[in-house]
DNA sequence: AATTAGCCC
């Protein structure tokens, strides 16, 4: 360590063969830059060309490094784990799993405390110092408040010891060990760094919801773990279906942890399958909803879960249960689109007994708490594209095995549940076993493009879970071709490129590209940012009218893309003269959602400098 | 006439 090899005295250097050899001791994320640039210095020597500079600059960012990664790993926090949860119990074996493994799956049930744990248990076997630790989430939300719960777990502030990143937000310091971030996230920065070299462990959580990013992002690992042989991967998944991902990354271990629940005792009741009155009108969904929440209020107190398809079903079902009920459980309708204000409704605490009438939302996204029973007529909306008519749809399907006991799941949580399925077993037997992949059901087009500007190869080889229809290859192809985002030998053209820049559906992009040279761009980057972001104006269930007349000054006759430039333009009169407490105020008059409104002026904002960045006229 | 929910460069 103190051997000296070139001159002594203050300007003593470190050698090439010193700093090649203290590279391992660097951040992870500097590491492959320096090997290259010490490269280039051995190529200068050997041509007897002078490189002390080179060497001594390089020398200088070794060492910024090296002794970052030692600060950060005398600092590494120790946790403290909570005795009582599941996964704590299976700490032992989890760890040595990790150890042993470049991949495990980690099977937890709700209540296991996989999420908050799992990150802790990486910093105990010392993993988070030569990069950190990256944890996904399916959701915003979740992604921030996961950040939060952890940070108060491991005492230390937000964006300290753990941060997170979504789009438009970030908490991070240099500091940083925990990442939380949504898996759109951690894809789009495959763009820049290619092999992910903030990392040196990644948690895929949720990875059962086999969304779009989450296949993109198992499939992307597959190719990437021989080329980072450090890197850990952890895969965590309700325990539907762990042996696919298993089997995915060469039977890698699969780690069983149980969670915290009670038993749910299951119902069927087939929707009309009790009467058989001939004179009656034929029993309806309604009929058959009414009929069970009598049912379970015989059983005790309890709050009620009832899956709907959608907005029109909730209020048929909501009007039905008024006019029955008029003892009066206190009714409460939840889906997405519902403002904030509403949605928060069901975490008020309240006296009577409630009856929760919700979408898929409710099977997810949000967990309502005290759900001590669950109707589940057994379908859903699904988005399915078309290859034949090229049309998206959102017909209502039969859901899978899966799904359905995920939403019987959604009682049980407190004490024991009981599900009612307005169906018969052989009915629920007869289903298919898990819902189809997104990667099964969406238009390709994007996903083909994102996976050229990433050089991937083609989508044919790629190592996805279950790979895309063959038609649907064809077809998303197809669109990229009439778009002219690739050319005949289905390469990427100069707008493909562009295209794959912009963070928005290709089609939309090319909307965007067309109106440069159409003169047109101020409006369509309106528009093209309303089409990526839920439709702000809101429209609460008893107070339609009021909101169909307060939007009514934005629409125009002729288009509703005009309506989205109308309604722009009086948001940024306001929003220029207004402080931010009176344009909230004058959005929740008008029937806007505030939080919408600023991400679509976010979004805008992207894609307008975006846009800039690409410079030069058409093309 | 009618639409679930989620995400990003």
Not at 413 to 421: F, M, P, S, V, W
Not at 492 to 500: I, N, Q, R
Request: proline share 5%; glycine share 8%; net charge neutral.
């Amino acid at each position: 360590m103190h051997q000296r090899t070139e001159q002594p005295g203050p300007g003593s250097r470190p050698t090439l063969h010193e700093l090649v050899r203290q590279l391992s001791a660097c951040m992870l994320r500097d590491q492959r830059g320096l090997r290259v640039r010490l490269q280039k210095v051995q190529e200068m020597l050997r041509a007897r060309r002078p490189a002390e500079r080179l060497l001594a600059q390089i020398g200088v960012e070794v060492k910024r490094s090296r002794e970052w990664r030692a600060r950060r790993q005398a600092q590494l926090p120790r946790p403290v784990f909570p005795g009582e949860l599941p996964v704590v119990q299976k700490k032992a074996e989890i760890a040595k799993a990790i150890s042993e493994n470049q991949v495990i799956v980690l099977c937890g049930e709700t209540g296991s405390g996989k999420t908050t744990q799992l990150p802790k248990i990486c910093l105990e076997l010392g993993r988070g110092v030569g990069g950190m630790i990256g944890h996904t989430q399916p959701r915003r939300i979740a992604a921030r408040s996961v950040a939060m719960r952890i940070a108060q777990e491991l005492d230390s502030p937000l964006g300290q010891v753990v941060g997170y990143k979504v789009r438009f937000a970030d908490k991070l310091s240099e500091n940083t060990y925990v990442k939380l971030m949504t898996d759109g996230i951690l894809l789009a920065e495959t763009q820049g760094d290619r092999f992910l070299e903030q990392y040196d462990t990644i948690i895929i959580d949720e990875a059962h919801e086999r969304s779009l990013n989450i296949d993109f992002l198992i499939g992307y690992l597959k190719q990437l773990l021989p080329r980072r042989r450090d890197l850990k991967v952890i895969v965590t998944s309700a325990t539907i279906n762990p042996e696919q991902f298993s089997r995915h990354f060469g039977n890698a271990p699969i780690v069983m942890v149980s969670g915290r629940t009670y038993p749910v005792e299951v119902r069927y009741v087939p929707i009309g399958g009790q009467e058989d009155d001939p004179d009656e009108d034929e029993p309806t969904l309604q009929d058959a909803i009414v009929g069970a929440v009598d049912e379970l209020e015989r059983e005790g107190r309890g709050d009620v879960l009832v899956f709907l398809s959608g907005e029109r079903e909730i209020r048929e079902t909501a009007e039905s249960l008024r006019t029955h009920e008029a003892k009066g459980s206190e009714i409460l309708p939840l889906y997405a689109r519902l403002s904030t204000e509403e949605q928060m409704r069901v975490f008020q605490s309240h006296s009577r007994r409630r009856i929760v009438l919700a979408t898929n939302v409710a099977e997810t996204s949000l967990t309502v708490p005290g759900i001590r029973y669950v109707i589940d007529p057994g379908y859903a909306r699904i988005s399915r594209y078309n290859t034949r008519t090229k049309v998206h749809r959102l017909p209502i399907e039969a859901i899978s095995r899966a799904s359905a006991d995920q939403r019987k799941g959604r009682c049980g949580r407190l004490a024991e549940g009981i599900c009612i399925r307005l169906y018969s077993e052989e009915d629920f037997n007869s289903r298919t076993e898990f819902t189809d992949p997104e990667i099964r059901r969406t238009h390709l087009a994007a996903v083909i493009l994102q996976m050229m500007a990433l050089r991937l190869g083609t989508i044919q080889d790629f190592p996805f879970l279950d790979p895309p229809d063959y038609r649907a290859i064809r077809d998303g192809y197809q669109t990229l071709h009439e778009l002219g985002a690739i050319d005949e030998q289905n390469e990427l053209t100069e707008v493909g490129w562009k295209l794959g820049k912009l963070p928005i559906d290709p089609r939309v992009g090319r909307m965007i590209l067309a109106a440069r040279e159409e003169g047109a761009l101020e409006e369509v980057l309106i528009i093209a940012s309303a089409l990526s972001v839920q439709d702000p104006r809101e429209r609460p269930m008893e107070r339609q009218q009021e909101a169909d007349l307060a939007h009514a000054k934005w629409r125009d006759a002729s288009s509703d893309f005009l309506s989205f430039v109308k309604l722009w333009e009086w948001y940024h009169e306001r929003a220029k003269e207004l402080s931010t407490s009176k344009l909230r105020k004058a959005c929740k008059e008008n029937f806007l959602s505030f939080v919408r409104m600023r991400e679509w002026n976010d979004i805008h904002g992207q894609l307008v400098g975006l846009v800039r960045e690409m410079g030069g006229e058409g093309k």
